[in-house]
């Protein structure tokens, strides 16, 4: 049977939804996958999938443009919407397949930023078992998938070679403000001193916002590698420190152990790694969530949520090394 599976953004997700990949491949599924540029460059050389297809933003902006991109593909017999906004929805509507659909439970996860309603929400949200549920009326067994992004032997090596061994990367940016940890500066002074290098990966948005002034053992590769050679760096590290950003699935995706920190998020909303892929830090602070994005302004001015000792973020980070040796 032929499904299309869409998920068009973001970085983070799109590396998030190859949860399903493994599982419907398994079963004897024909899948295509449907992204927008450039986030395609994650199922390079992916024997998981028969056809990537992608899209400029711009394609798929209005419904006529929409209509004419849906006339271009195939019939599927499922339809596996990962991402459930107006756009994905109304895309399902022009193609011909049965539509399994993402529950994202925005209300809940809304319904969280406000402190009187947290009391009653107790179980958080998990991305990947939503994802996960979708699949489930195709046979597929109701447990939990890990990302996986397939790189090829070439890429790690190609990363290895260019890298010094026992290195420690580090997600410095986040799309937001209040979600950018900032004494990151800091953690990688602490990590070079206890003998480790450190790299940073990330995009060049991410180095233009970062205030940081890193040590001169640091490597700085933020703007300088694609989406596949920053995930082959993140492979080849012993551990990845990240902010509630799109590094830390990088991580996941290609199993490395994550130590995620929580500032205006939370891991009710659904990113959070589960023990086997890491650890995350969380203040816990009342007036913590304040959005589900965090892209909102802290109504406090300071941030105190990510107000988090650069020797507190370090010493989490050695010990989840440790462990995971």
Excluded at 1 to 14: A, P
Excluded at 146 to 166: G, M, Q, V, Y
Aim: net charge positive; hydrophobic share 40%; aromatic share 10%.
């Amino acid at each position: 049977m032929k499904v299309l599976v869409i998920r068009l953004s973001s970085l983070g997700d799109v590396i998030l939804s190859s949860a399903v990949l493994n599982p419907l491949y398994t079963q004897g599924f024909e899948i295509d996958f449907l992204t927008l540029k450039p986030f395609h460059q994650l199922f390079e050389s992916d024997y998981r999938i028969n056809s990537v297809i992608y899209a400029d933003k711009k394609e798929l902006t209005g419904a006529s443009s929409i209509k004419k991109f849906a006339s271009q593909l195939k019939d599927y017999d499922y339809i596996i919407d990962l991402h459930s906004t107006f756009r994905s929805v109304l895309l399902t509507k022009f193609l011909k397949g049965k539509v399994l659909r993402y529950r994202k439970k925005s209300i809940l996860r809304r319904l969280y930023t406000k402190r009187f309603f947290r009391k009653f929400l107790k179980k958080p949200f998990n991305v990947l078992e939503g994802y996960i549920d979708v699949i489930v009326p195709l046979g597929i067994e109701k447990k939990i998938y890990r990302p996986e992004i397939i790189l090829t032997e070439k890429e790690i090596d190609s990363a290895k070679k260019k890298l010094p061994e026992n290195f420690i990367v580090i997600g410095a940016g986040a799309r937001y403000r209040n979600k950018s940890y900032p004494f990151f500066d800091k953690v990688s002074q602490i990590l070079l001193k206890e003998g480790f290098t450190v790299v940073l990966v990330g995009s060049r948005e991410d180095k233009r916002i970062d205030k940081g002034r890193y040590s001169e053992g640091v490597i700085d590769l933020r703007g300088k590698l694609t989406i596949r050679e920053s995930l082959s760096v993140v492979s080849n590290a012993l551990l990845t420190v990240s902010n509630d950003s799109a590094v830390a699935h990088m991580s996941r995706a290609v199993k490395t152990p994550v130590l995620m920190i929580y500032g205006a998020t939370h891991p009710f909303f659904g990113f959070y790694p589960f023990p086997e892929e890491g650890e995350y830090i969380l203040k816990g602070l009342k007036c913590q969530p304040c959005h589900i994005h965090g892209k909102k302004e802290c109504k406090l001015k300071t941030v105190e949520c990510l107000n988090i000792g650069p020797e507190v973020i370090a010493n989490r980070a050695l010990n989840l090394l440790k462990k995971s040796l």
